[in-house]
């Protein structure tokens, strides 16, 4: 696609997902959880929106930031790692930034960190003066090291890089980091961490001046909804009005007991929305201090 036909207005919003592998299928659902549907091409590239002029390109994360910075999508889901790290390439071929992070979404949270060799004695960044430092994030890492004033090898790697220190490739490595298993059964432990990543959405840095404008707006008021109701829940129960005071100081993380209209005698239809953890014990707390009829719902979506 030429970049002409790229940047020409369009009247359909085209969003670039990660074909497989960790932020595809979270992200889908999330884009499902926003109202959006689609009818799936054979080749599974390229979704074309049913319910919303919203389209989905299937690609390698890699390719998403690049994909916004062409015009060719317009928006994408991927690591902040992978978007901070084609950033910083950009700014060294002194390329203008194309691309801005819209929205954390909460999901593939991962840390872009050092790992040394279980033998070695961590005293610090210091340490890695003159040393050789395999990584996939040679520029997230080389800006890293101009901050700490370190002069060491930067090894780009595609793959693989926990393997590099054994292979004597480099002394030691810099990488995503989650559950740190594959570091202990490389025998590698972590010491500085570069980047807290997680899942974003990326956008252009410039605004849409045609129908996408209106649809990006409606599509983040919607995602916004999701994602801070993502951990809400609706815990709705029955109560005689002198226990409500002992029962709202059992709900610290939650909104204020709102009761609904009904009769005035009898027992209250009270409801809140929690923000935190409701856990069995919190309802049997709840209920010996007079509560009746719990009942917990998720909260799908909401528009504030
Ligand atoms: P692709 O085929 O799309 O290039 P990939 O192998 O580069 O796939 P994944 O391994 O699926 O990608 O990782 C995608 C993103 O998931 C990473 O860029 C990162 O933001 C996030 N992530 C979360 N935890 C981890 C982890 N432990 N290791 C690697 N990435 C992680
Ligand atoms: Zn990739």
Known sequence: ?????????????????????????????????????????????????????????????????????????DLGVVGRNEL?????????????QAYCELRPLGFGGCRLMLAVPDEWDWQGPAQLQGRRIATSYPSILAAWL??????????????????????????????LVSSGATLRANLLKPVETL????????????????????????????????????DSKLLMFRAERDAVDALARLLPEADPLTALPGGEDGPLSLQTMCHGAVTWQLLEEL???????L????VERALE
């Open 1 to 73: 696609m030429s970049p002409i036909a790229a940047h020409a207005a369009r009247d359909r919003l085209r969003i670039a997902i990660q074909k497989s592998g960790r932020l595809a299928e979270p992200a889908r659902s999330l884009l499902a959880a926003c109202g959006l549907s689609w009818r799936e091409s054979r080749d599974k590239l390229f979704c074309y929106g049913e319910s919303l002029p919203v389209d989905l390109l299937l690609v390698r994360d890699d390719d998403i930031p690049g994909l916004i910075a062409d015009g060719v999508c």
């Open 84 to 96: 901070n790290e084609q950033a910083g390439e950009r700014a060294a071929n002194g390329l203008p």
């Open 146 to 175: 101009r901050e700490q004033g370190i002069e060491a090898g930067v090894v780009e790697l595609s793959g693989s890089v926990e393997i590099a220190p054994k292979l004597g490739t480099a002394d030691l490595i810099c990488d």
């Open 195 to 230: 980047l807290e990543s997680e899942a974003v959405l990326a956008g252009p840095v410039r605004e849409f001046d045609d129908a996408r404008a209106g649809l990006m707006a409606m599509l983040l008021r919607r995602m916004d909804g999701v994602l801070a109701r993502r």
């Open 287 to 293: 209920e010996r201090a007079g509560a009746r009829g």
């Open 295 to 298: 009942m917990v719902l998720g």
